[in-house]
């Protein structure tokens, strides 16, 4: 009988137990999605950004306007839609709506953009630092994809999209879209950050400030100094 009641007592015991270490494992996993944001977390409603270029001095964001002089238009962004010229080398353009161009942004980790692509047009190999993408097709036929970096054997996801469909791009993978179809394709895309950034790879690599020495890009790409002279000419 009394073996009886100590089991129940240590069973108890270690019910009690299983709840402490569920309640830190609550914790913990809270506590890490806040440690690992990409952009920091709002304190306070919002932090409309001002033009602070003159203070001379940099924080990790924008300063924030007077929230008594936040107004309805902080918030609001117009005519996204509107038609590109994409008669240039790439058949390719877009509007990025980073934070420089929303102020309402400011502090909130998003951002988005609008891009279209002309038949046989494709978006070059780039990347964005700070942001996941959401890509979003609304008109025509594109092939999208990403690569995956070496630890994951330099896979190459990718998908033909058709309207409605959507594809993502995971923070600082180096992708891109080909329009494959006969008409203008038309993308709507999210990030998860308010300033993503851009680094497209050609010229980064080709048209650096000041460039970088020939031989040295010969080497790394195993491709003769006059195809990278060619390339360091075009970029
Ligand atoms: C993108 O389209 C806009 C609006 O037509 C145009 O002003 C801009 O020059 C275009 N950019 C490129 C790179 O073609
Ligand atoms: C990468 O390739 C190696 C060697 O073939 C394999 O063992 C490993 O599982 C692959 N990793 C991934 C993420 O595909
Ligand atoms: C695009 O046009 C070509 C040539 O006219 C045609 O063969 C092809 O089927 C068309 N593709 C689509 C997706 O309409």
Known sequence: MEAVVESEGVTQYIYFFQKIIYFFVVILALASSFAFGYDPS??????????????????NGNFCKDPKEVTSNDFFFSNLFTLLDTNNQFGFNITFVFIDKFPGLNTLGISLAYGQFAPRGVSPLHFHPRG?????????TLLVGFIASDQNNNTFFYKILYPGDVFIFPIGQIHFGYNIGNTTAVVLVAYGSQNPG??????????SNPPINPYILAKAFQLDIDVIEYLLSVF
């Open 42 to 59: 709002p304190l306070q409603d919002y932090c409309v950004a001002i033009n602070d270029t003159e203070l001379g001095v940099f924080v």
């Open 132 to 140: 996941t993408e959401m890509v979003i097709l609304l008109e025509g």
């Open 198 to 207: 851009v680094t497209a790879i050609s010229n980064t690599i080709f048209g």
